[in-house]
Structures are given as structure tokens and as C-alpha cells.
């Protein structure tokens, strides 16, 4: 990696990760995207890092998430992951939608101007491959029955698929375990919201006949249903019946999921051979907290929402992206003031959660449009975003991610807070820079590498451009100035 990093020493991890019975730097309860990406995260900064997984092992086809959005793709080319995920995948520049919605993702201004179908098995295959590279130690197999915290410590009570119970020890820990989280549960924190829509039925199938569009959706009152291609053969289908309310448990065939694909879409196109089907229902819920004390809440764990947009990996991940370099700040001794970046996760991450749980609602409430009030709602909807791009464009800047920023301090430059594109530097893509972990500085050429107080990698605009950026480890701009001083510069490097 180019540029010159700070040579200050880091605070050593307690003990090397696999020592499990000492306590590590981080315990990650969960090994979805969300787990894997914050344990490969941390451990990659040198940091020792247990995950404990109830599943003997990780899932190889059955997977509900199958949509990869543009940020999140960022986040995975900042590990140098996102060029290797293409290749298992379709990319959709548009989608066409209910009630005549259309909208265009080749505006996005991303290297990844696209949706990404691919699996969620083929992000955990690359994320675990990581983790794994890195030195997390893994315990598949492993379920937790107990969490206990004290001043500097967290204690977990485990216990293996044969019964066999363990205790492990860590200075901090992370709940990545799903909607119905057992850290959660042992923090004893509430998960208010409802149920929003039951008895969805998914599956992987293979179809006769190919649709005319790549992504095909509809809602016509009484049901919608979904199809997208994963580009190997097999497509992810979705359907809803409002008159068929099953519960979870309840067996699903694949004649009802043609019956609801032939009501939504006109035909079910020769759907055949599933090689899994399930039922589910969509809550919409939000933990009031994401940090207790010495442990934290992501993904699943911390919010959960309908499936319209696809948005709820992405956003897991992107909890993750956020936390790690925090923790990994604090753990190493970097950070000014340890408590208030942890508190900052929950501040930045807990109102992102809420707007998704907005958005994706609207979706989904958009999708099961009955009346003929509610129809001629989602039709004027569909008809000003089509018309009005300013109004398509934020849209699809919050689904996607790319428009996504976090609150800045009052005078700061307008830039902080906001998403760093992808700029191109003379030392390269930032999001290259970006993946030793750490803090980049980009400078004009001119300007010397300062003095800093935590590991740095310096950058230089290709032109004449004079702005200096400071970016977080996470790709969002910590500071910036208009051709400033050094002491500002030290200053901000400080903070």
C-alpha cells in the first residue's frame, strides 16, 4: 500500500486468537455477512477474534438474501472482495416495478452503477475465506446459553452441539445472530415493532421460459411475486397470497407458488425444480439500543425489516463496516476518546436502521396496494419518480446506500459526514487505499505528510485540486478543509 503510515506501536492483543479459553480482544456471536465481515475486519488489524456459530457449518445454497447494492459492493472492494463477487452474479442497471414503477441505477455515480443478484452464500464464501486468512478463530456448532458483563470484561457461557459446555472471555462482544438473537435476548433489551406481512413463500427455481425483463415484480392487490436471475440457471422467486395466510411451520409446494406467480405476473414461466422452498413472515423491528455497555447489536440482531428493496444484508454489512474500525480504534489504543466512538456506532448506525425500515415498508406497502384508493396512491407514486429525477435519483441514492452520510458537527465543511467516492488518486482507486484499514489523508502533491497521531496511508489528488479529505477506514469523510493549515491538519488528525 502506498503512502506513509504511522510507525506509533499498537496496544497488543490480549493473546493470540484460537486460545479460547483467555480472553479474546472481540467474541462475534453470529457467521452471516454481518459476523464475518466484522470478525475478518478486526482480526485483519491484528486483533485476536472469536466467532461462535450455532450452524455445524455454514450454509452452501439455502439463502434468503440475493441482493448486493452498490455501497455495499464499495465496502467489499475496499477488502478487495467486490471484483471476485461480480463474476457470481447478475447485474441489473434498472428495475421495473409495480404500478409502473421504473427506476435507473446506471446514474449511480459508483464504480458499481448496478444490483448485483447473486446469493447470499457467495458473500459468506467470501467473507469466511477472509476471516479465515486473517486468524479468526471459528466454533461452528456452538450455540450461547449465557452473557455476562463486567467493567472490562464480557463473559459468554457456550455450549457444543454435543452438550459439552465452555466459557469464553472477551473484552468486547458483538450479537450478529439474526432476528431472533440470543445476545439480544441475554441483554435484555426489547425489539419493539410487528409483523408486517405473513406467509411469503421463497425458493430457488429453475424456469422454462425466460422473462422479457431481468428483474420481473408485480402487485396486483391480492398478491405480488418476484423474479430474479442468479445468472447460473436458477432464478430466486417470491410470492404472496393475501387470501392464503399460512403459518411458518405450515408445508409449502411449489403448485402454490406457481398459483401466486400466473395471479401477480400473468404466467409463472414454466417454473420447475426447486431445490429449496420455504415459508416466512416480515417484522419490522428496531432494538432501541445497539450498544450496551461492552457489547454491540448489528444486522439482524439490531433491525429487521420487509424484504422489498433487498436491502437488509446491505445493511448489515454496512453496521459492520462501521463498528469494526471503531473497535479495532479502541482496542489498539488509537482512539482520543474510546467512549465516545463507541457511542458513535449507535448514533450514526441507529437512525440508517430506521430509515430503512421506512423505506422498505413503504416498498412492500406500495407492493400489497388493494383498494382502489391505495392503487391510485401507488400510481402517482410511480408516476412522480418517473417524472421527477431529482426525486428518482434520492430514491435510489437511499436504496442503494450511495446516499447514505452521518451527521456532522455544526460548521463543518459541507463534505463531512458524506459518502467518499471513489476518487482517483496518483497512488490509485481510494477504495484501494482504504484497504489497509486505516485512516486516508488526500492531499495536493505538494503538501508533506504530517505527523500523526494514529496509522495513516497519504494520497495526492491527480490535478490541482486544493480540498484535503480525511477519510474513515469506512469510506466516509472524517474531515475536511479548503487548502488548510498544517496545525488544522494535526488537529484533525488529533480528533
Do not use: C
Not at 455477512?33 to 482480526?43: M, Q, R
Not at 414503477?101 to 446506471?106: A, M, P, V
Not at 479465515?132 to 456452538?142: D, K, P
Not at 485512516?439 to 497521531?453: N, Q, R
Amino acid at each position: 500500500m502506498t503512502g506513509k503510515p504511522s510507525t506509533r506501536a499498537h496496544a497488543e492483543p490480549l493473546h493470540q486468537a484460537g486460545d479460547t479459553h483467555e480472553a479474546v480482544d472481540v467474541l462475534v456471536v453470529g457467521a452471516g455477512p454481518t459476523g464475518l465481515l466484522l470478525a475478518g475486519d478486526l482480526a485483519a488489524r491484528g486483533l485476536s477474534v472469536t466467532v461462535v456459530e450455532r450452524r455445524p457449518h455454514r450454509t452452501s445454497n439455502m439463502t434468503r438474501a440475493f441482493a448486493v447494492h452498490a455501497r455495499t459492493l464499495e465496502v467489499l472492494d475496499a477488502r478487495g472482495l467486490a471484483d471476485e463477487l461480480l463474476k457470481t452474479g447478475s447485474r441489473l442497471t434498472g428495475l421495473r416495478l409495480f404500478g409502473g414503477l421504473s427506476l435507473d441505477l446506471s446514474g449511480l455515480r459508483s464504480r458499481f452503477p448496478f444490483l448485483l443478484i447473486t446469493p447470499q452464500y457467495e458473500v459468506e464464501r467470501l467473507l469466511e475465506r477472509r476471516a479465515l486468512s486473517a486468524g479468526v478463530h471459528f466454533r461452528y456448532g456452538t450455540k450461547l446459553t449465557g452473557l455476562h458483563q463486567s467493567t472490562d470484561t464480557v463473559t459468554a457461557e457456550v455450549q457444543d452441539t454435543d452438550g459439552t459446555p465452555d466459557t469464553l472471555s472477551a473484552r468486547y462482544a458483538v450479537g450478529t445472530d439474526g432476528v431472533r438473537s440470543t445476545v439480544r435476548e441475554a441483554l435484555g433489551l426489547p425489539f419493539p415493532g410487528k409483523s408486517v406481512i405473513r406467509s411469503i413463500i421463497l425458493a430457488d427455481v429453475r424456469l422454462a421460459e425466460e422473462p422479457a425483463d431481468l428483474l420481473t415484480a408485480n402487485g396486483v392487490g391480492e398478491a405480488f411475486a418476484f423474479i430474479a436471475p442468479f445468472g447460473d440457471g436458477w432464478y430466486r422467486a417470491m410470492g404472496w397470497n393475501r387470501n392464503h395466510q399460512a403459518d411458518d411451520t405450515d408445508p409449502v409446494e411449489l403448485d402454490e407458488l406457481r398459483e401466486i406467480t400466473r395471479l401477480a405476473l400473468g404466467s409463472d414461466h414454466g417454473m420447475h425444480d426447486a431445490r429449496w422452498i420455504s415459508r416466512f413472515h416480515s417484522d419490522e423491528r428496531q432494538v432501541p439500543a445497539y450498544r450496551t455497555g461492552r457489547v454491540f447489536l448489528a444486522g439482524d440482531a439490531a433491525h429487521v425489516h420487509s424484504p422489498a428493496g433487498g436491502q437488509g444484508m446491505n445493511t448489515g454489512l454496512q453496521d459492520a463496516a462501521n463498528l469494526s474500525w471503531k473497535l479495532a480504534a479502541v482496542l489498539r489504543g488509537d482512539a482520543a476518546d474510546p467512549e465516545a466512538l463507541l457511542d458513535s456506532y449507535h448514533a450514526e448506525r441507529h437512525p440508517v436502521g430506521a430509515a430503512v425500515l421506512r423505506s422498505s415498508g413503504a416498498l412492500v406497502r406500495l407492493a400489497m396496494a388493494r383498494t382502489p384508493w391505495q392503487r391510485a396512491i401507488r400510481t402517482a407514486a410511480a408516476r412522480f419518480l418517473s417524472l421527477v429525477q431529482p426525486a428518482a435519483d434520492k430514491a435510489m441514492g437511499m436504496i442503494s446506500g450511495i446516499a447514505i452520510a452521518y451527521a456532522a458537527p455544526r460548521g463543518a465543511h459541507p463534505l463531512t459526514g458524506k459518502r467518499a467516492p471513489d476518487l482517483g488518486l496518483v497512488e490509485g482507486r481510494l477504495q484501494e487505499m482504504l484497504r489497509d484499514g486505516e485512516f486516508v489523508l488526500v492531499t495536493p502533491a505538494d503538501m508533506p505528510t504530517p505527523v500523526s497521531p494514529t496509522p495513516l496511508v497519504h494520497a495526492h489528488w491527480t490535478g490541482d485540486r486544493t480540498t484535503v479529505l480525511l477519510v474513515r477506514p469506512d469510506g466516509y469523510v472524517a474531515w475536511a478543509g479548503e487548502r488548510p493549515d498544517p496545525a488544522a491538519v494535526r488537529a484533525a488528525l488529533t480528533r
